[in-house]
Structure formats: C-alpha cells, structure tokens
C-alpha cells in the first residue's frame, strides 16, 4: 500500500507577508520569532526597538546581544542588493554595533562572498551574518519559515577573535576561558540555552534575562577562588527593578532552593543578587563538580528571575 504523502513546496514571502516593513519586520521583532533567528545564527538577542531611526533612515531591527552589544538586524525582500549593503554598514557604523545579521531571500553570490571578505578582513569587534528566508508549506497547511545562515565568522576566528579582545592570554585568563567554554558547551547540551556567545577569558560570562539592563552575570574569580551566578541590575534601572525583586525574596529563595545575597555592595550604583560558593579552579579534576553546580544555578536562576524581569514595572525608555 503507497503511503499518503503531502506534497511539500515553496511559498513567497510576499504571498505570507505582503510589506516587509510593516508586517515583516514587526513579526520578526517578537519575542519567539526572534528567539529562533538567535537560534540560528548562535547568539543570545532582545529586541531593543524596530524601525529605528539612523540619521534621515530607519533600521529594521536592533537588539542587543547577552553582553549588551548592538546587533543590527537588516531585512530585504527578494534579492540582495549593494544599497542594503552600504546602508547597514553605515548603521552599524552610526549605532556602534558589533553584529549585522542580513536576512534576504535570496543572496547574490557577489554578496555572499563580500560577507566573507568582511569577516576575514574588518575589525575583530564586528561580526556579520548573511541569511537567507524560506517559507515552506505541504499542502494547505500553515507555511513554516525557515533561516539559512549562508555566512558567518568561523569558530575559529570567533575564538581568535575573544582572545584577542581580552588581552594577554595569562595563566588566569587561560583557566577562565577553558572553564567558560566547558560551561557554554553544557548549557546547549543541556538545551538550558539554545544559542550561546563565545566565551572570552575573563571572570564574567553573561547570559541574557529577555530585557535590557538586567542579566545573569556569571562569575569564575580565581582570584578569590569563587564561582557564581548574579542578576546584575544596571543602574538605569536599578532602583526600580530591586525593591521589586525584594518584595518576592522568599518566594524567589524558595524556587531556587537556596539563600541568596542580596544588594551586597550597597554603595554600587549597579546592583546585584548573587549566589557563590568557593572553587578552586586551577584544580581541573574538579571541573565536573563546578560545572555541573554552576549550570544547574543557571538554570534555576533564568526560570525563576527571566518571567519576574519581563514583568517588572519599569521606564521604557530605561528599559
């Protein structure tokens, strides 16, 4: 007996989303749909705003990524084109960003390759992703998008490019970077992240919360022997976000199952909420222990804190 097999095609984009600035761009900017985008391309992003103005004209989408950088997010209906290109260059010049992802559906290989040539080519603090959309139906059911990353910075030069940026890689700096790299790795094992950024060798690993100016910022102090996991609250925020966060303290210690530190540097104008315990992280056989104790304080840490940050009451223009 034949087996009953829907027929699988190619829809247009146009024939889901007729205006790109108008329907597009506001469908990519929500939270899910965003969130696979990020998935994709292996970075962490909350959208900052869309259609965003940049002297005389608006870019599309810019978010920001777990180390609270600019990403620019540029979209384009049919094929790529050299005007796309000039102007996302110039916003990302205009804003500082640090990434531009361009999504088209359908890359020239002139530009493919010209997204190459920049990776290869421009400053360590710029990365650019070229991807291409695809809108997939079988038979009548609801079309499916999926995102294609034709181009991107290698791991290698990814890597190359952290170190780099972090200075003189010291015997600290070394240790750090291996233990954040085992950390990462086990979080997208463990699917707690579904993309990640790209350790660098330092004592803080960020992981994002879903809004600006609150995030996880995750430490391995060698100096001191520590390791932990902190929401650390900006200042632009913080003494509306706190008191907020303190009014659910025991319900907060309660999902966590522990006691947490509360504001322990009150002078800072940035707060914290912090949980650490002692690590001897030149001790390499107990990597296992730490990793394994830290990644499961990740965890709690984003299911308890990420629905309270994107609930808080606060000023969206600090926000």
Same mark, same amino acid.
């Given at each position: 007996?034949?087996?009953?097999?829907?027929?699988?095609?190619?829809?247009?984009?146009?024939? @889901?989303?007729?205006?790109?600035?108008?329907?597009?761009?506001?469908? =990519?900017?929500?939270?899910?749909?965003?969130?696979?985008?990020?998935?994709?391309?292996?970075?962490?992003?909350?959208?900052?705003?869309?259609?965003?103005?940049?002297?005389?004209?608006?870019?599309?989408?810019?978010?920001?990524?777990?180390?609270?950088?600019?990403?620019?997010?540029?979209?384009?209906?049919?094929?790529?084109?050299?005007?796309?290109?000039?102007?996302?260059?110039?916003?990302?010049?205009?804003?500082?960003?640090?990434?531009?992802?361009?999504?088209?559906?359908?890359?020239?290989?002139?530009?493919?390759?010209?997204?190459?040539?920049?990776?290869?080519?421009?400053?360590?603090?710029?990365?650019?992703?070229?991807?291409?959309?695809? =809108?997939?139906?079988?038979?009548?059911?609801?079309?499916?998008?999926?995102?294609?990353?034709?181009?991107?910075?290698?791991?290698?030069?990814?890597?190359?490019?952290?170190?780099?940026?972090?200075?003189?890689?010291?015997?600290?700096?070394?240790?750090?970077?291996?233990?954040?790299?085992?950390?990462?790795?086990?979080?997208?094992?463990?699917?707690?992240?579904?993309?990640? @950024?790209?350790?660098?060798?330092?004592?803080?690993?960020?992981?994002?919360?879903?809004?600006?100016?609150? @995030?996880?910022?995750?430490?391995?102090?060698?100096?001191?022997?520590?390791?932990?996991?902190?929401?650390?609250?900006?200042?632009?925020?913080?003494?509306?976000?706190?008191?907020?966060?303190?009014?659910?303290?025991?319900?907060?210690?309660?999902?966590?199952?522990?006691?947490?530190?509360?504001?322990?540097?009150?002078?800072?104008?940035?707060?914290?909420?912090?949980?650490?315990?002692?690590?001897?992280? #030149?001790?390499?056989?107990?990597?296992?222990?730490?990793?394994?104790?830290?990644?499961?304080?990740?965890?709690?840490?984003?299911?308890?804190?990420?629905?309270?940050?994107?609930?808080?009451?606060?000023?969206?223009? #600090?926000?």
């Amino acid at each position: 007996m034949a087996a009953d097999l829907g027929e699988i095609r190619k829809v247009q984009i146009r024939h @889901h989303w007729v205006h790109e600035e108008h329907e597009f761009t506001p469908w =990519l900017a929500q939270e899910e749909n965003i969130a696979r985008l990020a998935n994709a391309i292996g970075l962490e992003l909350q959208v900052e705003g869309i259609e965003v103005p940049v002297g005389p004209f608006t870019a599309d989408v810019l978010a920001k990524d777990a180390s609270e950088n600019y990403v620019l997010i540029e979209n384009q209906f049919g094929r790529t084109d050299h005007g796309h290109l000039g102007k996302m260059l110039t916003y990302a010049a205009t804003l500082d960003a640090t990434a531009i992802v361009w999504i088209a559906e359908k890359f020239t290989e002139e530009h493919r390759k010209a997204i190459e040539w920049l990776n290869e080519s421009v400053s360590d603090d710029l990365r650019l992703y070229a991807v291409e959309m695809e =809108l997939w139906q079988i038979d009548q059911s609801r079309p499916a998008l999926r995102f294609n990353v034709l181009s991107e910075p290698t791991v290698i030069s990814k890597q190359a490019n952290a170190v780099k940026a972090a200075g003189e890689m010291t015997a600290a700096r070394k240790l750090q970077y291996d233990f954040w790299t085992a950390v990462r790795d086990e979080l997208l094992e463990r699917k707690i992240l579904t993309s990640a @950024h790209t350790p660098r060798p330092q004592y803080w690993y960020n992981v994002a919360l879903g809004r600006s100016n609150i @995030h996880l910022s995750n430490i391995a102090n060698t100096a001191e022997g520590k390791i932990g996991v902190r929401v650390y609250i900006s200042n632009r925020v913080a003494n509306a976000a706190l008191p907020q966060f303190e009014a659910q303290r025991s319900e907060i210690e309660s999902e966590i199952g522990r006691k947490l530190e509360w504001d322990p540097n009150p002078d800072a104008g940035d707060k914290v909420i912090r949980l650490q315990r002692d690590a001897d992280l #030149a001790d390499r056989d107990r990597w296992p222990e730490y990793i394994s104790w830290l990644v499961e304080m990740i965890d709690k840490f984003k299911k308890t804190f990420g629905p309270r940050v994107k609930r808080l009451s606060l000023d969206d223009t #600090a926000a």
